[in-house]
């Protein structure tokens, strides 16, 4: 193997508002509201929501690929048979060159019913994690004699460009620190360079100054140059031009994200009348589509530290690549169900041949 641990920064856009709630009600400007980074309150998508929805992304995927509904349906009827009878020929890799996969299943994925089985009882059964399989393996599983951490490590996705409407028309914001942590600045790259409005509290020189409305605030701007690789977020159905971006201070941009988020009010209906219910108003806020984020998966490869049968990092990273389209249909969050949740990973996942590594 060529390195332990490899990584990749990822990008993603939402074609929903996307809804990722605290829990309960607040007393404020909305009663629902949504998860925020503790220290720049800036909203985000946790990432423990990211690993949640594609554990079980990559265990439907695989659900297409049983040669038949008794193989799909029941564990116990795969003990004996070899993987080319229970996979169809035309399954990819992920999926034949892992013996483990044998015992998958939808149960995989979620809360495991049977934790207090061991690893060796719950391969047969037809509830609860397998401990075989490349879903419990890459994210991780715990079982009565074993507990196992998973391969995969997902940070948070965090707001790289906002959209928020001007008198110009849509604009994208950033600040300078996001796109340092994002990797898209680079000012020794003479190549990269685009001009962007820079948006300051204070200019000094007057004939250069304009002024912008960012939602209520209106603020001075000049064009800069600054070296932002926009084509890392660019995908067949969008793309960032320069002169769509607006680069903010660090210290004005929580506060134009969290004046520009969408709020939505909503009304509980009686299931007996099919009317509102009386005093059951309430208001939700979320991230707007269009709004883009970034953020990193870290493959951890432990085939040359013990002695388990795992799937090579290259067919993990395959499978978040077969998976990802599933953000664009079921999304992630809450109020899927209400027009909210739908995202696009612009970022190709797959780091080299699939391989088989059983040992």
């Known amino acids: 193997m060529s390195d332990i641990t490899s990584s990749q920064r990822i990008y993603s856009i939402a074609t929903d508002p996307i809804y990722i709630g605290t829990g309960g009600y607040t007393i404020g400007r909305v009663d629902n509201t949504i998860v925020r980074d503790p220290i720049t309150k800036i909203p985000k998508i946790p990432g423990s929501s990211v690993a949640g929805t594609w554990r079980y992304f990559v265990a439907l995927e695989a659900h297409k690929y049983f040669a038949n509904d008794e193989y799909?349906?029941?564990?116990?009827?795969?003990?004996?048979?070899?993987?080319?009878?229970?996979?169809?020929?035309?399954?990819?890799?992920?999926?034949?060159?892992?013996?483990?996969?044998?015992?998958?299943?939808?149960?995989?994925?979620?809360?495991?019913?049977?934790?207090?089985?061991?690893?060796?009882?719950?391969?047969?059964?037809?509830?609860?994690?397998?401990?075989?399989?490349?879903?419990?393996?890459?994210?991780?599983?715990?079982?009565?004699?074993?507990?196992?951490?998973?391969?995969?490590?997902?940070?948070?996705l965090n707001i790289l460009f906002f959209p928020v409407y001007t008198r110009f028309g849509v604009k994208w914001i950033s600040s300078e620190r996001i796109l340092k942590e994002a990797g898209l600045l680079n000012k020794n790259s003479e190549e990269l360079t685009r001009e962007i409005v820079f948006v300051q509290e204070k200019i000094k020189e007057e004939k250069e100054k304009g002024y912008i409305n960012l939602g209520w605030l209106n603020l001075p701007y000049k064009i800069e140059k600054l070296n932002i690789d926009l084509d890392k977020v660019k995908s067949k159905d969008f793309e960032l031009k320069p002169q769509d971006v607006i680069v903010v201070s660090d210290s004005l941009i929580s506060q134009i994200i969290n004046s520009n988020l969408e709020v939505?009010?909503?009304?509980?209906?009686?299931?007996?009348?099919?009317?509102?219910?009386?005093?059951?108003?309430?208001?939700?806020?979320?991230?707007?589509?269009?709004?883009?984020?970034?953020?990193?998966?870290?493959?951890?490869?432990?085939?040359?530290?013990?002695?388990?049968?795992?799937?090579?990092?290259?067919?993990?990273?395959?499978?978040?690549?077969?998976?990802?389209?599933?953000?664009?249909?079921?999304?992630?969050?809450?109020?899927?169900?209400?027009?909210?949740?739908?995202?696009?990973?612009?970022?190709?996942?797959?780091?080299?041949?699939?391989?088989?590594?059983?040992?």
């Open 72 to 156: 799909r349906i029941n564990r116990s009827s795969r003990k004996n048979k070899i993987m080319e009878e229970i996979f169809n020929p035309n399954s990819p890799d992920w999926i034949k060159k892992h013996k483990g996969n044998k015992y998958i299943a939808i149960k995989c994925a979620g809360q495991d019913e049977e934790p207090q089985k061991t690893v060796d009882e719950s391969k047969n059964m037809d509830t609860g994690h397998c401990g075989h399989c490349i879903v419990c393996k890459a994210f991780g599983y715990s079982k009565k004699d074993k507990s196992w951490q998973g391969m995969l490590f997902f940070s948070d």
């Open 264 to 359: 939505r009010t909503s009304v509980s209906i009686d299931p007996i009348t099919g009317a509102a219910k009386e005093g059951a108003l309430f208001t939700s806020e979320a991230i707007p589509r269009g709004t883009v984020f970034y953020g990193e998966i870290r493959v951890f490869d432990r085939n040359n530290l013990n002695n388990e049968n795992l799937p090579s990092k290259e067919c993990i990273w395959q499978a978040l690549e077969n998976t990802k389209h599933y953000y664009e249909t079921l999304g992630i969050g809450g109020m899927t169900t209400r027009g909210f949740g739908r995202m696009k990973i612009l970022t190709r996942l797959e780091d080299g041949e699939c391989k088989i590594e059983d040992k």
